[in-house]
């Protein structure tokens, strides 16, 4: 299936090789390009070993938003930062858990099992307290999910609040991706709403097979890193939810020591893609630990070019790229340790510069203003971003369309690109007018099991209200002698977030130079557009929170 509207059904061309002998416009009517060795000259910059992997909080990440920020004057645009500044710098909590603190017991009423840190249960710091101890009766509740939506209600008929929840890790085959995303994300919302206190997810023998429990084990001393409000409040949403554990299946059978149905009953029905009903297990558990909290502070970094319409200007379309990478890696095995994110995302933030020159050079301005954000900490949980939707520098319900820039694979020639969001709300349409316009086909989502559309920087903004799209590469090459696919999946096992992902891979510049245009494409159109974008209205995504 193509994606369908009234505008791209007949942009768009039929076969997967037509376009390869279509003549590409090097330049479109309007008379400006993006420029191959401009943004090979950003790319190499960003994602240079001098500036050590653009870690949240690092120096070479302030270097790289320093870049940006004077980028962003040399065009003349207009801060959009604090303070008349084009920098927004946030504060962050970065919070590590006390090793040797974590302890879970669980108390049958005649017996008590403790379970073994790092082997039979797992546990993050708290980004609230430095101290946490919780002990309350437990309640099993199912997959944990509520939606009327989906005729979901895992919490119908038990009462958990003051209690602990355990809830089964994933969610129930037959929801769709990006929605069931959405509603696994919301798990600890549903818990804490009905007055939970504490969070146990049981690792499934499903889950197993997508990530074994002994590679969650080995990430659990990474530390949590999560923004600080302007007052310096944590952002933590539910902190009367003071415990938490990830619990291996193979360890749970104590909590299940007084349960009207066993463990083995539960995992038998998962086996057969049944969904177990909520009951009270019977037992208490006490959950224990101590984190470690230090501040550090790191800059989104925001320009505004201002529309021509004297109305529409006082309306945004907000172009984002984050500047941030993973830094350095600490496996000293490897001879090169600098993680330098070339296409992760030095390529989206070179897009970013290069849209902005061509906006900034086009002979019309757009009639409605275009904000162009590098949001800082989108490794570390889309946390730049998530501030940027919190603190917004203009008023967000003015911002009409957020146009995404992450990881853009400039590795070949692509023929499509896949455009997430795009089935969502009215901005497919302008995705489809801007790609047929440079001879690029709209394909449907590839690995819809990844849920990308709940994974990169649009999506804060997605739940504030504002439409969204984010533009990958597609998995067609333009010529026959490359495989779109191949390439993708190559660099995604390969490459991504390794070392190796630098400027020395085959960067196709001229493939950006067509990615580049497209976005730039998509933001003119809807910046130039009669009505600002909107949700289609049996998108799951039109009325969040
Ligand atoms: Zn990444």
């Known amino acids: 299936m193509r994606i369908r509207t009234l505008m791209g059904a007949a942009l768009l061309s039929t076969g997967l090789f037509a376009c390869a002998e279509q003549a590409v416009p090097p330049v479109h009517a309007n008379n400006v390009s993006a420029d191959a060795q401009t943004l090979q000259a950003h790319l190499e910059f960003l994602a240079s070993d001098a500036l050590e992997g653009r870690d949240t909080g690092s120096r070479g990440h302030e270097i790289a938003a320093q870049y940006i920020g004077s980028n962003f004057k040399s065009l003349g645009l207009q801060p959009a930062g ?9 504060k962050f909590r970065r919070s590590s858990l006390k090793e040797g603190s974590a302890s879970f017991v669980v108390d049958t009423g005649s017996e008590q099992f403790e379970l073994e840190f790092g082997k039979e249960f797992l546990t993050g710091p708290s980004a609230y307290a430095e101290q946490n101890e919780v002990t309350a009766p437990v309640v099993f509740v ?19 609040d003051g209690k602990v929840v355990m809830m089964l890790s994933g969610r129930p085959a037959e929801l769709p991706s990006e929605e069931g995303a959405h509603l696994n994300s919301s798990k600890t919302k549903f818990a804490a709403e009905r007055g939970a206190v504490g969070v146990i997810t049981l690792h499934t023998p499903a889950r197993e097979k997508v990530r074994p429990f002994k590679v969650s084990a080995m990430y659990q001393r990474a530390p949590s890193v999560t923004w600080l409000s302007p007052d310096g409040a944590p952002n933590v949403a539910y902190k009367t939810i003071v415990g938490g554990a990830y619990i291996d299946y193979q360890a749970a059978e104590p909590l299940f020591a007084n349960a009207a149905i066993s463990l083995d009953e539960i995992l038998a029905q998962l086996a057969k893609e049944e969904q177990p009903k909520p009951f009270e297990l019977g ?31 006082n309306e945004y379309v907000l172009y984002t790229a984050h500047s941030d990478h993973i830094g350095m890696t600490q496996d000293l095995s490897q001879d090169d340790h600098i993680n330098n994110g070339a296409m992760d995302n030095a390529s989206g933030v070179s897009v970013l510069l290069e849209t902005a020159r061509m906006f900034v050079e086009a ?11 590098s949001v800082t900490a989108e490794e570390r949980g889309l946390l730049g971003a998530d501030y940027f939707a919190h603190f917004p520098t203009v008023p967000l319900q003015q911002i009409v369309a957020n146009v995404n820039l992450d990881m853009p694979v400039l590795l070949y020639d692509f ?25 690029i086909e709209l394909s449907e989502d590839p690995m819809p099991e990844q849920a990308i559309f709940t994974r990169s920087d649009h999506y804060p903004f997605v739940k504030k209200g504002v439409p969204a799209v984010f533009l990958m590469t597609g998995f067609t090459a333009k010529g026959e002698d490359e495989n779109g696919g191949e390439i993708w999946g190559e660099f995604f096992a390969e490459h991504y977030h390794r070392p190796s992902d630098q ?3 085959p960067i196709n510049y001229e493939a950006g130079v067509v990615f ?5 494409e998509i933001g003119k159109t809807i910046a130039n557009a009669a009505e600002r974008p909107r949700w289609l209205a049996d998108s799951f995504f039109a009325d969040l929170d």
């Open 82 to 90: 604090d303070d008349g500044t084009y920098y927004q710098r946030i």
């Open 142 to 160: 199912g997959y944990g999910l509520v939606s009327e939506e989906f005729g979901l209600n895992d919490y119908a008929n038990v009462d958990v």
């Open 283 to 313: 037992v208490s558990v006490t959950m224990t630990r101590v984190s470690e909290h230090e501040e550090i502070s790191s800059p989104n970094v925001a320009a505004i070019l201002p529309g021509s319409d004297p109305e529409l200007k």
């Open 363 to 373: 002979a019309e301005r757009p009639k409605r203003s275009i904000i162009f954000l």
């Open 415 to 439: 023929a499509d690109v896949i455009a997430f969001g795009s089935t969502h709300s009215t901005l497919g349409e302008s995705v489809a007018e801007a790609a047929g316009q440079y001879g």
């Open 503 to 505: 400027p020395s891979l």
């Open 516 to 520: 580049t245009n497209i976005n730039y």
